[in-house]
């Protein structure tokens, strides 16, 4: 049945067929003259809407529906549907067909792997494990204005770039924690590796993508085939276009992290009674303990490898490598102790101080806090709206409430009632004006902003001042049940009130005294008492806070960097520079350096460009605080720190060799700043190319600041440098009392009962005291080094008699130097036997003091050697880079950055050992520089071939001519 009348509607077909194929012509016309697509679906579809206009024989369609037996009311959703599924496959085919030179994404598919964390527990610690792993490929295509991020080069104007990229990566994290009593632990761990894989092939910018992407499959080399990769990249033609496999980009990175703390925390708390005029109060006293330990590694490296073609048919290599590594390690020690109620015993003295015999004041004594009678009237209900719920999230430290906790009411109430207890005078002021007080300090408090402190005073602005207005009239009614209960007004409530000056004789001959009468009088009382008790509180609150911080702290940072970046022609394919490029590929530099090397000299390898350069930083910092509440405190710090740079060619031709080393000590004690610094910097490289040249001289600074400069402070500190027992003075002698006339003459110029200032020292330790300083023998530097200090650091009389005494009679007779390094290492016992004393030998005796004295004088001359030592090594490495092989491999730079290094540190330890500031406590009473820098500021001055001294500044603050030159 269906086949005859499909056999009919095919006749009928046939018959109106020339008909039909000029409809279809003329809606194909229509579309393309109205810019849409040219799709089948779309011309069916368009076919059927048009069947009834003159345009479309309506038999056409309706005969050939009509004998397939289709419902015509349904054929329209169906070719609706059937237009949707054109169009949708249209869409996804049409990446594959547009030109290459399109900028776009035709394939972008990530596969991950991401499993649940796992947990377990090991002991007391917890940890939570997780990982990941994902892979991807991605099909872009790119032109010449618009080309991938790593892209070195051009591409032709009439030319697309495709790029195919397969990537993957691996990842790792670990965190741990546990208690253990009081103490705390944490750890950290995670771990990353990735790669990808990137290969960009050149077409014809009218290239379909589809074709330039089966031509790709078929131009694939493997990345590790190098022959492979010389048949299959393509040359630049000789107007710089590539048809074909372009270029190959292989990336990787990886790192490592690791991080661990323990903190360990005690708190303690005493509490005693303190006796006061108004009965025992609670004192208490609360201390806190806590010290922390942390240590971190990182470690990190990417690198990047290229390859691709001259245009003589050569492979051209280029290569990236970055590594870097860091480690750190951090202790600290808090401490701090805080002193409480004291408030509290200074509020019993104010009832003391306030003349109330008979007693009113115990009356009205609720009324003596109005903020606490203030949250009385308040209900929960009354801070039921938006603005109060947020002030209480501020109050609680929460995000999530929904509500206003009772918690929270009780904190909002808490402030405000000591606000107003505190900080305003409730008696004597208006409600209104006490209420936009109260907000504008709450809102200070809590720093709400402008926009929520508008919102609460809008919400509850009006129910404060009537709930003030509340507390009044509660003071009218207390008055009236007072005077009801009183049998002699005038005594007990009168006479209070004249002993603080309000005057009352008019209440006296009154024949009746009201609570009205009554109440402005008790206010004036009121607020008397108020003023009294805010003064001698504010007075003490300073001490109900005080508060001693004590702070520890010190860290060690290291860190380390290589990189290179290298770039080569291969001219000959065999096992050897394969062997490289294998090597190369996975960033493996060290591994084929040796056929690296090979390949040069053979000449299968040329055109070598690049660097090798390795970087390194140090610093170690401590420090020490010691704070006394608001009344100041003690700070100490002291960093060491020391960076290094190298930078070598291929050639072996060294581009920078530079190092700096740097240290301050600085003291700040109430107001009064001393600091000494040292800053140094060498240039190899420079001194390399020039014979001449010697390392960069050190440049030292020493400085004094106070708040308050006082004339005996200037004069004892400059006096240290004048008055040098048993050397030669750094400062022309009478130095220091000029520049002190100099200095009182001008704050009398400028007005000034007294000023602030410092005192500058720089020193720069030139060429040709460095030179001088290279050239003598270690023997000589120790003998002088000992002599100084001995003259210097043994400041009392009684070790200094001990010296020359002990000398003299030690085996026959030695020189003060020749003794101290006789006895050095020895105990005091063995000395005392040798020069047969009868003098006791224990812990902290005068002889144990004195043993252990000479042992510091000689470490401190055995570091200022290696001090010199080091700056040797530094001179010596100079010559031995030009020494160096003619074709460096990648760790003679790394060699060079760690022999620096250490050199580096070495000078920086020794001279920390003489470079000091006046300690915290004795700079309290003693102004004058330490002994151990005057030591070596007269070691580097007898060094010197001149008779150099110092010229010290002083700045005097708010003068704008107040320098005057120590001179």
Do not use: C
Request: proline share 3%.
């Amino acid at each position: 049945m269906f086949l005859t009348q499909a056999t009919n509607a095919g006749a009928k077909v046939v018959q109106l067929n020339t008909e039909l194929i000029q409809v279809i012509e003329k809606i194909k016309s229509e579309l393309q003259g109205s810019g849409q697509d040219l799709s089948w679906g779309q011309i069916l579809v368009e076919l059927y809407r048009n069947r009834d206009s003159e345009s479309v024989h309506k038999d056409i369609i309706s005969a050939v529906l009509s004998e397939l037996n289709i419902p015509l009311d349904k054929i329209n959703s169906r070719l609706t549907k059937l237009q949707g599924y054109l169009v949708d496959l249209q869409n996804r085919l049409e990446p594959l067909v547009q030109d290459l030179g399109t900028p776009g994404e035709l394939l972008n598919a990530d596969v991950d792997f991401t499993p649940e964390d796992k947990q377990l527990a090991v002991g007391e610690v917890a940890f939570v494990i997780g990982g990941s792993a994902s892979a991807g490929i991605n099909i872009s295509s790119y032109n010449a204005s618009s080309l991938p991020d790593d892209w070195e080069g051009n591409v032709s104007e009439s030319s697309g770039l495709q790029e195919l990229s397969l990537a993957g990566k691996l990842a790792f994290t670990g965190t741990g924690s546990g208690a253990f009593g009081s103490a705390s632990l944490t750890l950290s761990a995670s771990m990353s590796k990735s790669g990808s894989l990137r290969l960009y092939h050149e077409y014809n910018a009218k290239t379909a993508r589809i074709a330039a992407l089966v031509m790709s499959a078929n131009n694939f080399a493997m990345p590790w085939d190098l022959e492979g990769l010389q048949k299959q990249l393509q040359k630049p033609e000789d107007n710089g276009e590539v048809r074909g496999f372009r270029r190959m980009h292989v990336h990787g990175q990886g790192d490592i992290n690791f991080a661990a703390g323990v903190d360990v925390g005690y708190a303690y708390q005493y509490e005693t009674d303190v006796p006061t005029p108004d009965g025992d109060q609670p004192l208490g006293i609360q201390a806190g303990l806590q010290a922390g330990l942390n240590v971190g590694f990182k470690r990190s490296g990417a690198f990047k490898y290229v390859i691709d073609k001259d245009i003589n048919d050569n492979l051209l290599i280029s290569v990236e490598r970055n590594a870097s590594s860091s480690s750190s390690l951090a202790f600290n020690i808090d401490a701090d102790l805080v002193i409480t109620g004291l408030d509290q015993v200074a509020a019993s003295y104010v009832k003391s101080f306030f003349k109330d015999p008979q007693s009113l004041l115990t009356k009205l004594e609720a009324w003596t806090k109005p903020g606490d009678l203030l949250v009385k009237e308040f209900k929960a209900r009354d801070w039921k709206n938006d603005a109060v719920e947020q002030v209480g999230l501020l109050l609680l430290g929460e995000t999530d409430a929904r509500t206003l906790s009772q918690t929270a009411i009780g904190k909002l109430e808490s402030l405000l009632s000591q606000t107003l207890n505190e900080k305003i005078p409730f008696w004597g002021e208006d409600s209104s004006q006490i209420t936009e007080q109260l907000l504008t300090l709450v809102s200070q408090r809590l720093d709400l902003g402008s926009e929520l402190s508008s919102a609460l005073r809008e919400a509850v602005a009006d129910k404060l001042t009537t709930r003030l207005d509340k507390v009044r009239q509660g003071l009218e009614a207390e008055l009236k049940t007072i005077l009801k209960n009183t049998e002699d007004v005038a005594t007990e409530i009168l006479d209070p009130l004249e002993h603080v000056g309000i005057k009352v004789q008019q209440l006296r001959e009154a024949a009746n005294v009201t609570a009205g009468k009554l109440l402005d009088p008790a206010i004036q009382y009121l607020k008397r008492y108020q003023d009294l008790r805010d003064k001698v509180l504010q007075a003490l609150q300073q001490v109900a806070n005080f508060k001693i911080g004590l702070s520890i702290a010190a860290s060690l940072n290291r860190e380390r960097s290589q990189q290179t970046l290298l770039g080569f022609r291969i001219v000959t394919i065999n096992k050897t520079t394969s062997a490289v490029h294998r090597a190369f590929i996975l960033g493996r530099l060290h591994q084929a350096w040796d056929e690296f090397e090979q390949a040069r000299n053979e000449g299968w390898i040329d055109q070598i460009t690049g660097v090798f350069s390795a970087q390194a930083k140090r610093e170690r910092k401590i420090g020490f605080s010691l704070h006394f509440g608001d009344f100041g405190g003690i700070d100490r710090t002291r960093v060491l720190s020391e960076q290094v740079h190298i930078q070598v060619d291929p050639a072996g031709n060294i581009l920078a060799a530079t190092t700096q080393l740097s240290q301050e000590a600085l003291v700040e004690a109430f107001h009064v700043r001393r600091s000494i610094g040292l800053i140094s910097s060498y240039d190899l490289a420079a001194a390399s190319r020039d014979q001449a040249q010697m390392p960069s001289p050190l440049a030292f600074n020493l400085s004094y600041k106070d708040k308050i400069l006082r004339k005996s402070e200037m004069r004892e500190f400059l006096l240290s440098l004048e008055q040098i027992r048993g050397r030669r003075s750094l400062i022309p002698v009478g130095a220091a009392d000029a520049a002190v006339n100099s200095y009182l003459e001008l704050r009398q110029q400028h007005g000034l009962s007294k000023a602030g200032g410092r005192i500058d020292i720089a020193l720069p330790v030139t060429l040709a005291d460095l030179t001088k300083l290279l050239t003598v023998d270690n023997k000589v530097i120790l003998d002088q080094a000992i002599d100084i200090q001995a003259d210097l650091l043994l400041r009392d009389s009684d070790q200094r008699g001990m010296l020359s005494s002990f000398a003299s009679r030690y085996k026959g007779g030695m020189s003060k130097t020749e003794f101290i390094l006789a006895v050095n290492g020895k105990s005091p016992s063995t000395i005392a036997s040798e020069l047969n004393l009868n003098a006791p030998t224990g812990r902290l005796t005068p002889l144990d003091l004195f043993t252990k004295r000479l042992k510091s004088i000689v470490d401190n001359a055995e570091a200022l050697v290696e001090v010199v030592d080091g700056i040797r090594d530094i001179a010596a490495l100079r010559k031995r880079l030009q020494n160096l092989p003619a074709n460096p491999a990648p760790s003679i730079a790394e060699q060079l950055e760690k022999e620096l290094s250490n050199a580096s540190e070495q000078i920086n330890e020794g001279l920390a050992r003489w470079l000091k500031v006046t300690g915290t406590i004795t700079g309290l009473f003693d102004e004058a520089i330490p002994e151990q820098t005057i030591a070596f500021l007269s070691l580097l001055s007898e060094l010197s071939p001149d008779d150099t001294q110092l010229v010290p500044i002083v700045k005097i603050d708010g003068i704008e001519d107040g320098t005057i030159l120590v001179a």
